[in-house]
């Protein structure tokens, strides 16, 4: 069982920067495809970014390329989610998800609100 606990969330401004963080309870981190999730109210949840065990392959979701950066250090067993240039259709709560072949964890999520 692996528990992920996001930190970072907030009130910001639209133009603003917010930095999230998920630490995960494992000594296998780095054997985890890590993602970060969105879910604004009323709709499904999103994938914002995955990166890979080693950190080499990123991937993002069109709406976010350019302004948001994922980023992890197995070390500390944490994975980042940069977020610049925030838009209020970026306001949702942020999941942190850890994927490891049929294994699948979730954390409890922060509130990321842009104001216009």
């Known amino acids: 069982q692996v528990q992920l606990v996001e930190s970072g969330g907030g009130l910001v401004q639209a133009g603003g920067s917010l930095r999230l963080s998920c630490a995960a309870s494992?000594?296998?981190?780095?054997?985890?495809?890590m993602g970060w999730f969105r879910q604004a109210p009323g709709k499904e949840r999103e994938v914002v970014a995955t990166?890979?065990?080693?950190?080499?392959?990123?991937n993002y979701a069109d709406s976010v390329k350019g302004r948001f950066t994922i980023s992890r250090d197995n070390a500390r067993n944490t994975v980042y989610l940069q977020m610049n240039s925030l838009k209020p259709e970026d306001t949702a709560v942020y999941y942190c998800?850890?994927?490891?072949?049929?294994?699948?964890?979730w954390g409890k999520g922060t509130l990321v609100t842009v104001s216009s």
């Open positions: 998800n850890a994927r490891f072949f049929g294994n699948n964890y």
């Open positions: 494992t000594r296998t981190f780095s054997t985890y495809i």
């Open positions: 990166i890979s065990t080693t950190g080499g392959t990123t």
